[in-house]
T-cell receptor, first 115, second 109 residues
Framework: DTEVTQTPKHLVMGMTNKKSLKCEQH?????MYWYKQKAKKPPELMFV???????INESVPSRFSPECPNSSLLNLHLHALQPEDSALYLC??????????????FGPGTRLTVL | GENVEQHPSTLSVQEGDSAVIKCTYS??????FPWYKQELGKGPQLIID?????GEKKDQRIAVTLNKTAKHFSLHITETQPEDSAVYFC????????FGPGTSLSVIP
């Protein structure tokens, strides 16, 4: 089973709202990732957690706050977002550490619209 | 910095024909090359991958070739079907995964 689940599927929020995206995997993977994907573009890496510790932050604005409560769960807390933050947010996981040579498995994504 | 180029950006083929997508990478340390298929409204799905110690890999109608000297790798899909229509991303990885810009493949019935 190579399933990564994400909730919600769609989210519409105002610029003053606080919301959270959730990601879950039960493959025993020890690295989890958040990506942002704009239309007709490849995924852009935002954050990487390795063994439940934040190991990579690709200079993402502080209005995005990741959290890894345990090895199976990954959250992305959103606050004071801008309309340009509207995108598909993808979660992925991989075995082992954060080296690129580990296969990453993606979830279906959360389609976020910021009004 | 690290870069992956991908061509063509769009590709239309008749059902049953073959499709080829080509990628080049800049980081000679890259040692893992996955290919992802992304259908509309879905997340990327791994379809095949190859590591640097292998020159070619095949899985049913899909094959990938790697030329490390030239830093080229390619995806070959034979006997294309309408359900192969999607956006395909190549990627090169060493310390992190670098994606190509994507190829939108349309298979015309």
């Amino acid at each position: 089973d190579t399933e990564v689940t994400q909730t919600p599927k769609h989210l519409v929020m105002g610029m003053t709202n606080k919301k959270s995206l959730k990601c879950e995997q039960h493959m025993g993977h020890r690295a989890m990732y958040w990506y942002k994907q704009k239309a007709k573009k490849p995924p852009e890496l935002m954050f990487v957690y390795s063994y439940e510790k934040l190991s990579i932050n690709e200079s993402v604005p502080s209005r995005f706050s990741p959290e890894c409560p345990n090895s199976s769960l990954l959250n992305l807390h959103l606050h004071a977002l801008q309309p340009e933050d509207s995108a598909l947010y993808l979660c992925a996981s991989s075995q082992g550490g954060t080296g690129g040579a580990y296969t990453q498995y993606f979830g279906p994504g959360t389609r976020l619209t910021v009004l | 910095g690290e870069n992956v180029e991908q061509h063509p950006s769009t590709l239309s083929v008749q059902e049953g024909d073959s499709a080829v997508i080509k990628c080049t990478y800049s980081d000679s340390a890259s040692n893992y090359f996955p290919w992802y298929k992304q259908e509309l409204g879905k997340g990327p799905q791994l379809i095949i991958d190859i590591r640097s110690n292998v020159g070619e890999k095949k899985d049913q109608r899909i094959a990938v070739t790697l030329n490390k000297t030239a830093k080229h790798f390619s995806l070959h899909i034979t006997e294309t079907q309408p359900e192969d229509s999607a956006v395909y991303f190549c990627a090169a990885a060493y310390s992190k995964v670098i994606f190509g810009p994507g190829t939108s493949l349309s298979v015309i019935p």
